[in-house]
């Protein structure tokens, strides 16, 4: 017998972002003969980055997570410093920084937002601080006035990881143009894509010319091919964190038509929200939260359901009918390498438990408005294996 099932296409929880001119300008790089780094289509995405979100300087780089290692390298990262980041994140936030001797401070997140909670950041901070990493998860800005307001008083810099949230705002304002430093991922998960790939955006101009040196193996290579120099030679520490200029073609093909891409993320997006609003208040789920002072960049649809057996078990009842959801994160704090920087379970009572609960729907900007309909079925059909609506843990994250 055939189950209905087994007749309905695989709907996945993310699919490759394709405009179409891709390939194009792949063959346009080849022309140019240039598909090394800092080709024509590396200028290109540039001048869109800086244009879109004002920051002084945008340099492509190989991840977001080697524009995190400049980061580390440009501010002197040094053994016995201290960086804070949130624990409900990628490992590459705080890795990057481990990497130069640094100590990760988790902080936890907000309840409402699941950003860096910034009423907590000033307690974790120490005369070895040397740096915050924001994490705006989702696109959804972190409380950068108080953010900010904290690293000042303190003297320590700001680095956003705004992997999520290009071309998102907070106070109208762009993210990515709001610390010293902030990077971009352009993984094949994220709104605009190349494979892999990354930005560094930079706003001190102070480090600009550093941030060419150290991306280009330590040596002043950039200035020397803008004639600035006669010879070039190796300046200081670096490596080679610029990608291909193929990669950047791919890149700016999806740049380019941003608007496009992000007008249907944007739709899949209130689409959720809209058709999951009552089900999800007569259920105790929470939707996500974007306050009226940030415009998000609709990265992610998440669901914080009541209890971890309630997600587990709609992780399930939605993979049964051939839907791939996923969760994230795995807190830092509690992971093998978080503790051994003295991670403890109940450290971060708000990133264990958003952890246990959250699964994320399928979104990207391909996604059919069948299949999307077919997701928000699954889920209003669902029966939930038991009811705690009021459980301890949901109160406490109701307390904003
Ligand atoms: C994806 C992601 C990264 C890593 O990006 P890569 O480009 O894969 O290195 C870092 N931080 C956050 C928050 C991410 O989501």
Redesign the pocket.
Known sequence: MVTSSELQSFIPFNCVSRVGTETRYIEQAFAALHISGDGMFTRRCHEILEAELGVRKALLTT????ALEMSALLLNIQPGDEVIVPSF??S??ANAFVLQGARPVFADIRPDTLNLDDAQLEALITPATKAIVP?HYAGVGCEMDAIGAVAERHGISVIE?N??GLFARYRGRPLGSFGRLATQ???E??NFSSG???ALLINDPGLVERAEIIREKGTNRKQFFRGQVDKYTWIEKGSSFLPSDILAAVLFAQLEVRDKIQGKREHIWNTYQRELASWAANHGVRLPHVPPHCEQSFHIFYLLMPSRDDRDALIEHLAAQQILSVFHYMPLHVSQMGRHFGGYPGQCPVAECVSDRLIRLPLYSSLSQSDQARVIEAILDFSFPRRQPHAPRDQMLSRR
Do not use: Q
């Open positions: 991840s977001c997570t080697h994140t990628f590459s936030v994490v990881d992997a999520h991922s352009f993984h998960t994220k892999e790939g990354g």
